[in-house]
């Protein structure tokens, strides 16, 4: 007999990411009882801090634009880009049960979609690359129709948001980029500030929710409209298993802990591990103490999943090509003497930008993924030598684009190099003795990089000649919307150091999302989906979206299937 209380449920779902909420919602539409347990005392996951897009080819907001791709030339795109880690019985799992997902919460649920039709994938001279249509996002949503669990739901991420609220990819984002410019982009910034500001006088957050924030909100209030049971501050200490069967686990509670049995399985959907330091130590490069990766993914991701699985005889597949969503980040002064993490998704593809290593020389493509940054990075750097590298930009650039936590005009840039976030000279040299770059390396990069830019070119690396390079560019500059010179002083740089925005090596899984044990053998009643699921692309990164794609689908599939299990049973 335990020594602690016991409830019971069908489904048990540890995490609230949109992969545990993905499947306990879909589990409980089919009539399921769920309880869905969260460490901490928010909702939401990294979800809540994301992009909030999804990969899923086909999806069926795409076909109704006459989007109809054949399923091959997906494949030969995941074939090519995945290499040896192509896994065909997952991958086809997703690709079938990608656009059943998107269905079913369209139709059933609070989850409405955005398409991503005019979005192409990252890797554009790859054969079978998209143009668009392979992609979704949650639409905006008013926190409002949450009642009080609003306040249960993790906010947007502060460095990149304003003033705690968070702003859209796409059009919502150019008007914030245009806002000192272009008198309609400034009555658009002014309406939603506007808001936002009586909504944190009468509700003290932000509720024009958008990206994963409405994503997270959306899953959180579906599961609540089919009586989902949602826990905050309920922490999983260990798996109950018995005769090779997970039966349960012990949870716990302010009083104590309690032992949930969960006749249909539990699901591990506990976020990766971008904060354990010990694993991140042996897995990632460059990186022997294990601190040197700075992962903009909440601080609570700890790896828990990783352990409960693995305390039950579960294998962590760390064969991947990347064990991490790889991202430049820079580190934020904060008041407290803290820094936050701020991750450079957009600016580094617009015009005016390089990035540089100490030597002062350049090592990518600034305007490829977040991901091929990082890779590149990396594979610049000699063994042993810390991984730094440095954007640079002039000041037309910074006031027009902003450079990473500095946002552009018409804020101010002065307490951002004040802090010492910027480094600032009124030449390139003077910015390079700021930064402890070679002085001749930077000084010779930026004359050759000048040299093309004023043609429009980028001789050495190719920027702008593909379609995500041009997307993530300014359609206003021309001939080249991702290139244009460095030469009106003065002189900014951030400092930049590999983190990620989650992790990909995670627990081995079959195509149902059933972890194996070590003899490759499925563990009865355990399930994994999201980061505590190894990456179903291998460790790559093919697309926008490839991590919230994979944990929607297959947190659907695993709520459907433990609904059809159990009637069966």
């Known amino acids: 007999m335990s020594a602690h209380p016991e409830e019971s449920c069908d489904l048990l779902v540890i995490g609230s990411g949109a992969g545990g909420l993905s499947a306990a919602v879909s589990a409980a539409w089919r ?43 997906i494949r030969s795109y995941l074939r090519h880009e995945l290499g040896n880690h192509y896994d065909e019985a997952r991958v086809e799992t997703f690709l079938r049960a990608g656009p059943e997902m998107v269905a079913f919460f369209r139709e059933n649920t609070a989850v409405e979609f955005i398409d991503g039709n005019r979005i192409p994938d990252m890797h554009g001279d790859s054969p079978g690359a998209g143009l668009g249509g392979r992609s979704v996002c949650a639409a905006p949503f008013d926190g409002r129709e949450l009642g009080p669990l609003i306040a249960k739901l993790r906010p ?40 936002h500001l009586l909504d944190l006088a009468a509700h003290r957050r ?223 040299e003077e910015l390079a003795i700021a930064c402890g770059i070679d002085l001749a390396g930077l000084a010779d990069t930026v004359a050759a990089y000048n040299d093309g830019a004023r043609q429009g070119r980028d001789p050495e690396f190719a920027r702008g000649e593909t379609p995500y390079n041009r997307m993530g560019g300014d359609a206003a500059v021309k001939p080249n919307p991702s290139v244009a010179p460095i030469e009106q002083g003065p002189f900014y740089a951030v400092r930049i150091v590999p983190g990620s925005l989650g992790t990909f090596a995670g627990l081995t899984t079959d195509a149902e999302a059933r972890v194996l044990d070590a003899a490759g053998r499925p563990i009865s009643g355990l399930f994994a989906v999201g980061a505590d699921m190894a990456n179903i692309m291998g460790g790559t990164y093919p697309a926008g979206g490839i991590n919230l794609g994979p944990a929607m689908t297959f947190g659907y599939l695993v709520g459907r299937d433990a609904a059809a299990r159990c009637e069966a049973e």
């Open 31 to 73: 009539g399921l009882k769920v309880i869905v347990v969260e460490k901490e005392p928010v909702f939401g996951g990294t979800t809540a801090w994301s992009g909030g897009w999804m990969w899923v080819p086909r999806n069926p907001l795409a076909r109704e634009a006459g989007i109809d791709e054949d399923e091959a030339t």
């Open 156 to 195: 947007p991420l502060d460095e990149i948001s304003f003033l705690g609220m968070g702003i859209a990819s796409g059009a919502d984002f150019g008007h914030f980029l245009n806002a000192a410019r272009v008198w309609q982009s400034f009555l658009h910034v002014g309406r939603r500030v506007g808001r």
């Open 206 to 428: 932000g509720m024009q929710l958008v990206n994963g924030n409405a994503l997270a909100a959306r899953l959180l209030k579906s599961a609540a409209d089919l009586k989902v049971d949602l826990r905050v501050s309920a922490p999983a200490k260990r798996l109950l298993a018995a005769d090779g069967r997970i039966l349960g686990a012990v949870i716990g509670a302010q009083d104590g802990e309690v032992v949930i049995r969960a006749r249909c399985g539990v699901v591990l959907a506990c976020g990766g591990f971008p904060h354990d330091y010990e694993r991140l130590r042996e897995l990632v490069p460059n990186n022997p103490t294990g601190h040197a990766h700075w992962s903009a993914a909440p601080r609570s991701n700890t790896g828990d999943g990783l352990r409960l699985g693995e305390a039950v005889g579960a294998r962590v597949d760390a064969g991947l090509a990347a064990p991490c969503a790889w991202s430049p980040v820079s580190l934020v002064p904060r008041k407290d003497g803290t820094f936050g993490h701020f991750p450079h998704l957009a600016e580094r593809a617009k015009p005016g930008l390089i990035a540089v290593t100490a030597q002062g020389r350049r090592f990518v493509n600034e305007a490829n993924s977040y991901y091929d940054y990082v890779e590149a990075l990396l594979k610049a750097l000699p063994p042993g030598a810390e991984p730094v590298s440095w954007l640079i930009c002039d000041h037309r650039f910074q006031r027009h684009y902003g450079l990473g936590f500095a946002k552009p005009a018409p804020l101010p840039v002065a307490p951002h190099v004040a802090s010492g976030y910027l480094k600032r000279g009124r030449t390139i």
